[in-house]
């Protein structure tokens, strides 16, 4: 028998459809990540925008093109949303974002099987493993349904996630979760004595999306003590601007950011500081806007992931005036050039380096990895592991590089 469990969404739906994976391969299923002909379907869905929304009800007809009489669980932020989206489609199980064990109940008992009391460790499916640290987000931003959808801070203990990097043989983890800087803010503890606790690991450490508040010295010191430091800070933005950011209520100002990203650069030099930022918020003026484009150069910023603001049914900013179309669209251009021009800019600056490249993918002519600070390099041949490469010259969406 076979099952399909297959994922929109963030890196947190990933690493829980990678324990439904090990579950159901506990069960004795063979799985598999992409959609093909399979006996059942497990769709993740993700709700953080109308268009995800929109493509995680379309998953079902997706699926049936491949089976039409297969079984369908559903599970995920869109369906926690709006369950009944997905009931009136022939679907045979729908659960939500935090009680996806069920999944595992349902197919048990449709099919047989012994059920596991809580969902194992996730399946490992890339090259780089991701822990799930913690689940939930307290911030409410103004514009964002995840809170609502995932519920409040709930935080794993720092032994079972200690247990759970011992436990994969990936040479490199990401520590990943819906809100990664709230780390042990429900339990009594926080992000840096988790990575405290990591101070022995050999594996190298890479964290997820990180918010303004969890950059101070004490947590830049205890990564700085790591044996193996990917110094990557996906450091949330949102905005340029103070008012925007306010309205946004993200509770830190324009300087609060830069300020936070001198600090980084103090202790890693030669990091990389990524950041996501949304053009077209309710109220955006053009000075607003100017702000969003000259914090790349003020920062600086490595790489933007850049999107055009979404208004979501139940949040504080869905009552507020959208700004026109055609204004966001040219402002969205406008700000992924400028991205554009950052990457390359910081691509171009580690010409001649050498860094140390985890391999992940051969396309047949090249294989591609990632550098500590996050740099796509190509390399000509199948290559597998960790090595050593010097960059060479920007290519495609990262940059040619020789083993060194």
Same mark, same amino acid.
């Given at each position: ?35 093909? &002909? ?83 460790? &996730? ?282």
């Amino acid at each position: 028998m076979k099952a399909v469990v297959f994922t929109l969404g963030c890196k947190v739906n990933e690493v829980e459809s990678a324990s439904i994976m090990s579950a159901l391969e506990d069960m004795g299923w063979k799985v598999s990540e992409r959609l093909s &002909p399979a006996d059942i379907y497990v769709l993740n869905t993700c709700a953080v925008t109308r268009e995800a929304e929109k493509k995680s009800r379309q998953l079902i007809a997706r699926a049936r093109k491949f089976n039409p009489n297969a079984l369908i669980y559903v599970c995920g932020c869109a369906s926690q949303k709006n369950v009944e989206q997905f009931a009136g489609r022939g679907v045979k199980y729908v659960c939500g974002a935090r009680d996806k064990q069920g999944i595992i109940s349902a197919i048990a008992s449709d099919f047989g099987g012994s059920c596991p009391q809580s969902l194992p460790y &996730p399946k490992q499916v890339r090259t780089r493993a991701f822990i799930k640290i913690e689940d939930g987000c307290n911030n409410f931003c103004s514009y964002c349904v995840i809170p609502y959808l995932r519920g409040r801070v709930a935080s794993r203990s720092v032994e079972d996630i200690v247990g759970e990097i011992a436990n994969t043989a990936a040479e490199e983890v990401v520590l990943t979760g819906i809100n990664v800087s709230a780390y042990g803010s429900d339990v009594g503890t926080n992000l840096t004595a988790l990575v405290s606790a990591l101070k022995d690991c050999p594996k190298r450490i890479r964290f997820g999306s990180l918010e303004c508040n969890v950059i101070d010295q004490a947590f830049l010191s205890a990564c700085k003590l790591l044996k193996d430091f990917a110094p990557q800070f996906h450091l949330s933005l949102q905005s340029g601007s103070t008012a925007v950011l306010k309205a946004m209520n993200r509770r830190y100002t324009r300087e609060e950011y830069l300020e936070k990203c001198a600090l980084i650069y103090k202790f890693f030099p030669e990091a990389a500081i990524t950041t996501d930022i949304i053009v077209g918020f309710p109220g955006e003026s053009e000075e607003d806007f100017a702000g969003s484009l000259s914090i790349i150069d003020e920062a600086p910023l490595a790489r933007v992931h850049a999107f055009a603001f979404s208004p979501r049914e139940g949040t504080a900013a869905y009552s507020l005036k959208d700004i026109p179309a055609p204004i966001k669209s040219q402002r969205l251009h406008a700000l992924l050039k400028k991205g554009e021009e950052a990457e390359n800019k910081f691509i171009s600056s580690r010409i001649n380096c050498t860094r140390s490249v985890l391999f992940e993918d051969y396309d047949g002519t090249f294989t591609c990895g990632y550098t500590p600070e996050y740099i796509k390099v190509y390399v000509a041949g199948n290559h597998s592991g960790m090595a050593n490469v010097r960059i060479v010259e920007p290519m495609r969406d990262g940059a040619l590089g020789e083993l060194s």
